[in-house]
């Protein structure tokens, strides 16, 4: 069972990205909720967005009114679509899959994702 994640990199301030969280070895409901988490340089790792396995979405507020999460069950995919980026969006961004007791979260490798000038 893997959270693979990608579509991280250098973007403008302004600019946007999509990042993307595939589950492989079994379906996407065998978490709820999967989520974003993202971690800076020298600080701990918060949550960004969750959503559950009736879509329901729910944001830090440094996400409200910038990024979207979403899913596509079919494709065992769940996005994040970033927009308005600032470079204090700068961090490792994990997919984070949630199962009950006792088998414990699945995390994802983390995707890069640098936003500067």
């Known amino acids: 069972v893997q959270l693979q994640a990608s579509g991280g990199g250098l973007v403008q301030p302004g600019g946007s990205l999509r990042l993307s969280c595939a589950v492989s070895?079994?379906?996407?409901?065998?978490?709820?909720?999967v989520g974003w988490y993202r971690q800076a340089p020298g600080k701990q790792r918060e949550l960004v967005a969750t959503?559950?396995?009736?879509?329901?979405?729910n944001y830090a507020d440094s996400a409200k009114g910038r990024f979207t999460i979403s899913r596509d069950n079919a494709r065992n995919t769940v996005y994040l679509q970033m927009n308005s980026l600032q470079p204090e969006d700068t961090a490792v961004y994990y997919c984070?899959?949630?199962?009950?007791?006792?088998?414990?979260?699945?995390w994802g490798q983390g995707t890069q994702v640098t936003v500067s000038s």
């Open positions: 070895g079994t379906t996407i409901f065998a978490f709820n909720p």
């Open positions: 959503i559950t396995s009736r879509s329901t979405a």
């Open positions: 984070n899959g949630k199962r009950p007791y006792p088998q414990g979260d699945i």
